[in-house]
């Protein structure tokens, strides 16, 4: 699924659409406003790609320490400042889809 049907699916649907993968639909509960529930949802991720979801919602909701934490834990370099959070959650819509 392409990240502007996604962002699309949280304006209409009440719920992430059928079938998407668990990074998916932690990704989806976090652009719908729901990032309690995304923080959970990535949270059962239990590999790399689970950490790098939950440094980008640490990362969203400003507690850059922490996203740096959960980036290394993922492999992944911090992203620069420059890189917005929208266009990040896209590409990770984008390499996790």
Known sequence: MTAEKLIESTRTDAEPPAPLN???????????????EAHEAC????DPIGAWIHAH???????????????????KS???RSLGIAEEWSQLVQQLG
């Not at 949270?43 to 239990?46: D, P, R």
């Not at 969203?60 to 320490?65: A, L, P, S, T, V």
């Open 57 to 75: 919602l640490h990362r969203e909701e400003g507690d850059h320490g922490n996203a740096a934490y959960w980036y290394h834990r993922a492999g």
């Open 43 to 46: 949270q059962l991720i239990a």
């Open 22 to 36: 668990p990074a998916l639909q932690a990704l989806w509960l976090s652009k719908a406003g729901r990032w309690d």
């Open 78 to 80: 911090v992203p620069p």
